[in-house]
């Protein structure tokens, strides 16, 4: 089995375990081809973000028990969709994103000196 790499060229670590999160509920931003959302990218939920993502239709705020969904809160750490953290950052607000926790497909498609910007930075 492949070790997935994160944005640093190191081995990706978790994201959060709880919430578990995760394209697979691993943990981790791990993708395939089938995960068409793109999980890859690994933020801390902000209320701002959060309140966002909810009026473009993808609502992280409210549980899902049926789902083993707990809802988010600010400050939790999330694998989001890459289109909407893009859209979101495009709009001004800022999802502070992990770097050790955030697969490298990403930089694909954002450069890692944006993702440095915004990076959270946990000690």
């Known amino acids: 089995m492949t070790v ?3 944005v640093l060229g ?3 670590e978790s994201c959060s375990l709880d919430p578990l999160t995760g394209y697979f509920r691993d943990g981790c931003c791990n993708t395939c081809a089938e995960d068409v959302g793109q999980h890859t990218i ?3 939920m902000s209320e701002e973000f959060l309140l966002f993502s909810r009026q473009r239709g993808n609502d ?3 549980p899902r028990l049926e789902m083993g969904f707990p809802g988010l809160l ?3 750490r999330w694998c989001v969709c ?3 953290w893009i859209e979101a950052f495009h709009e001004g607000i800022v999802a502070r994103v992990h ?3 955030t697969h490298q497909a990403v930089t694909d498609t954002v450069p890692l000196a944006i993702l440095e ?3 959270y930075h946990d000690g």
């Open 99 to 101: 770097l050790r926790a």
């Open 82 to 84: 890459l289109p909407r």
């Open 42 to 44: 690994c933020v801390e």
């Open 4 to 6: 997935s790499l994160n």
């Open 60 to 62: 992280l705020l409210t």
């Open 117 to 119: 910007q915004v990076a």
């Open 10 to 12: 190191t081995p990706l």
């Open 74 to 76: 600010p400050g939790d």
